[in-house]
């Protein structure tokens, strides 16, 4: 699908073009793939720092031990959920709030987005958070990890960006039928956003995928744990290097615990995790080629 | 007409607007504004069970402990230095390689190298580290046995601080360049096709055409992301510099995030890290709005939507 | 007139939203009292046997407490981010009644805080017949804040996981070594595996290893150069300003230049320490008694067996003086001992003694180190050994629902505790190096200073932190720059605060312990 009158680099740029990003996608690659090799082998060849891009004494035991789990299948299905919520949450906030604000001639505009934006800088914390949420009753529920958090003002500034590059003649087309300003959002400037909106679903998809803290925070019910804090549980030992940093060794935890924590399992959970929105990510991109259509509905 | 009659015309043309943003509204005040008291901590000695009511207030006495440290101001340089050269060499790049990407000729190819370029985003940090002793660390690392086979010495990749500079940005600049290209790559779609058509009529080539049509298309974008980037150059995340750092670069790698928690947050000072942040806040704040200015100034599109053109 | 109808609209949302909903209603309770504990959900609960707030535990716990008039729950909090969530709970009133951490300190600022229940008052015979029955005079105190009883706290005796020096037995048969048994053996043990490669590896052999030697450099090489009893003030003042400090860094500065000290510790996770072991490119490595046998890291010793066959490993205490008693493990930088403790809140003080003291009592400590008798455990030769089913039901126990003691009681006299059975087939290398391990009694600990420690508690983490940074600097320092990076790095210490914390712990031992 190309896009008319768009001269590309052909030829012999083409080719160098091409060899530089075969080039980039191998450094992007290989890590990746070690990784996956590291998931599928024997925790002694990974010891003994033997696992390249190919697993070693090839094993299923690391996913068959996370996927065996019931209580991980339900972080999954529960993390799906509050994906899927998330996302249709902060996408309808977002649009609401971004589109007003990319109107340069509405009245008191200038203020609200210094309200909003000074919001990114100066926050309360942790403890009003918590309070507050407490005191709505969201505890230990869904709620608690979508809306503190619903709308990420980045996210929301780029849409508006985005919204203010759409030329006014295809609004005002639309306006001067008498169209109300709904109806220019749903008709006209949603269609032409499909780029826009596919990306916020990728950027707030991907944070409410992964989320980690709030999970930690608000949430004590074990049925309710997000993927990620059900991985990091796993993961104990890790974070043990990390807190053993700080704090002194924890190897004296380390001796109360029985737990196996194999290394294939560490990488098992990274392709866990990324998974689903790898396999997600190329629906999403056809989206962004669809907006194009702005050129020929001008025409 | 009259100032009413005006007025009552304006409301009724752009009521539908002010009802759209009534939920997002609510929203920032219950959940941003709302919880705003907390800022009050760092004016008192903050005793977690009395709370704000109950406890000490000390005015800027808690501002007076955290600048007066040498520490906090090493850290802060530390983090300047990073995101300076991250702003540098990080900012750049996935403009540059969305730019790339535009530029080939066959979708499928396109789409594949994309979704190749966004896989670093997901491996945690945890893993990159590893990854990155794999390749640079001690003399059992990638790197060093090479430079061994070629007769060349070994290098202290992750032991000097210059070197450990140059192989933290690249970490940064690898884990986020297809990522961050998605955000241009969307942008790029937006580009009216026939401006290409135009100029290449008037015989501008491939190179010309990305000069005077792509750039410029994508500015307002560029603009508000560099903003928003300067605005955030008194902080870093926390992940990143601590897992890589180490004790042999700290005068580098120890940047503020760290040095805050390992001071505040480890042994739940709050009034601490509260002051410490109220004043990066307010740094990087003064930062945004010089970067608005300055952009604004030199003719892209400004925050707020104005611009010096 | 719209307009007013916006702003109405909006002021109920803030309304709605100041208004204050309670959650976490408990349900009044009539005859039975509700207490809540908190346990760290590791993820360790097996499908099968439920989750952390119900299995055969929860269920048990429910059944004896009913005794008592007590109904428990528990509340997991998560323990890798326990400093910023534990406040926070306990700031919003949303913290278990019962609560424990591995963090004296902030538990002792909790309680100046005066936010923590004084269990001092409450204390009887009758009352606290268990807690009084485990817990020593010196364990009370050590949970004592300005006398007041707010922490249950065991003083940290033995648990074998304490440090020495594991050394590669096949390459001292090779050489006709002996194990050495001091510094001077020891260095030169060092020098024949670094000229004469008993292992083979050439360049790759790293003759001694320490890995994080932020931890052993005092713990571990430090006791060798100590000449005076490890007692007395001296022991309250941390470990950079001992003169001995010098000795001890020194010595590991000079075994690097030598090449007799391996360059890891930069590493953060190990993953290289573990390396050079598997495969067999380590000669001698200082680190805690069980670091080759525990599943956690990997069954390291195994896994160097399959590498290296003829490998075996046999534990030494170089450091230590040959003609004193045990002074392995000087000190620990911090004591890991769970410490037991009660914010202030709506449920009746009376019953979170109730279930405070059943924690402390035989049957509870007994079923969450070793389970139910006969399902469990069982008693051979008067020894408990573990079952089959230990692994599954009992395993998972002890590091997620803490416990107030690590040694089991028994109320039959003839039982011998066993010392760690664990780590098949290395049960009788890890029972040799046991006693090597152990610390025996606590006098070569650091003293307890339960007072408010204003200096420690504000200068503490940045100074230490900035020493542990230092620490690879000046270990790896050339030759001629030790004493000027030495120096440097205590002198910054010093200015940063220790000077202060020093003085304050030296006062307050005065002050707690006599001359």
Redesign the interface.
Known sequence: ??????????GG??VL??C??IL??A???F??L??VAQSFSDPRFILS?SVFFLPRGPTLDAYRALLKDLSMLRSLAFTVELTVLGVAVSLV?ST??A???S??G??GR?L??????????????L???Y??VKRLGFLDSLWALI?????NT?NM??MM??F???PKELEEAVEVEGA???LV?LRVVLPLST??L??MV?FYG?GYWNTFFSGLLYIQDPKKYTLQVRLYQTLDS?DTM?NGQ??GASDREVGSSAKLVAENL??AM?VL??AP??VL??FM?RY?????T??AL?? | MTDRAARRK??NR?????Y????????????????????L?AFQDY?????IPGSRWVGLEVFREVLG???FWRAFGNTLRLNLLDLLVGFPAPIL?AL??????S?G?K??????????H???W??????V??LF????GLFNLLLGRLGLGQTGF??QPSWWLAVYVGSSV?KDV?WGA??Y???L??I???L??AC?MDGAG?FK?TLHVTLPGIS??IC??LI?RV?HMLTTGFEAP??MG???V?NVS?VLAV?I???G????R?SY??AA??FL??G??IL?LLADWGTKRLGG?G???GSGA | M?RRV?IL??AA??AV??GASATGTREAASTVTTVTQLCWDRGQVPSAEGDITKNWYTDFVNQKVAALGLKVEFKPVQRNKE??I??TL??AGNAPDICYSYDK??IV??AL???LVDFGPLMDQKSARNLLGYYRSEDLKAGQVNGGQFMFRYMNTNDGTLSLTWIRQDWLDSLGLAVPTDLDSFTAMLRAFKTKDPGGKGAKTVPWAVKKSTNYWDNNVMPAFVKDKPVGEKMAVPSPLWPEAKDALRYMNQCYNEGLLG???????D??FK?KFVLGEMGALTDVAHWPFHSAYGELYKNLQKNVPQAKIVPATPFRKASEENWVALFRSEIYTMSFFS??NKTPEAAKLAYMDWLASPECVNAVLYGVEGRDFEIKDNMPVKLESWNKKVSWLQPQYGNVSMRAFWDRPEIKLPTEMDFPPYQQLWLSANPMARRGDHPWARPEINAPTPMA?KYT??IT??W??????IV?AAPGKFNAVFDAAVAEYRR?GGDAVEKEARELYRKIYGK
């Open positions: 699908m190309r896009t008319a009158g768009r001269s590309r680099a052909v740029p083409q073009i091409r530089l990003l980039s996608s450094v992007f690659l890590p990746f070690h990784t720092g906030l609401l709030a589109f007003p604000l109107k340069p509405l009245k200038n609200l987005l210094g309200a909003i934006v000074f919001t990114m800088y100066f926050s309360g914390g403890i009003p958070t309070i507050l809306l503190p958090g619903a709308v980045f500034v780029v960006t985005y203010r590059g759409i109300r300003p709904f959002l780029a826009t596919a990306t990728i991907v890790v990390i700080l704090l560490k990488s990274v995790t990324t929105i790898i990510y190329p991109q962004f080629v669809k907006g194009a702005v050129g001008k025409g | 304006y409301w752009n009521r539908d607007f002010y759209m943003l009534l939920p997002v509204v609510g929203f920032y005040l219950l959940f941003r504004y709302g919880p705003m008291w907390g800022v901590m005793n977690i069970f009395k709370g440290n040498q520490g390689f790339l990407l535009n530029e080939v000729t979708e190819m789409r594949t190298f994309q979704s190749i370029s966004y896989l670093p997901f491996v945690s945890v893993v990159v580290y590893g990854l002793v794999d660390g001690g003399d059992t992750l032991t690898w297809g998605i955000l790559l969307s942008a779609t937006a009216d096709p026939q290409y058509e290449s491939r055409q307002a974008t508000i992301l928003l605005g601590f897992l180490n004790g042999m700290s120890r040095y928690y390992e001071v947050v480890v042994g739940a709050y890290t509260t942040g109220v806040s307010l990087n704040l945004l599109t925050f707020f939507g | 719209k916006l609209a909006l949302l803030l939203a100041m400093a910023e534990l406040p306990l700031a300190n902030l600022q909790f805080d005066g936010g360059d890891l510790i930069l590493d953060k996770d993953t290289l390396q914010p202030k508690v983490a940045q932190s900035e542990n940074n230092a620490l690879p600097k790896t940063n």
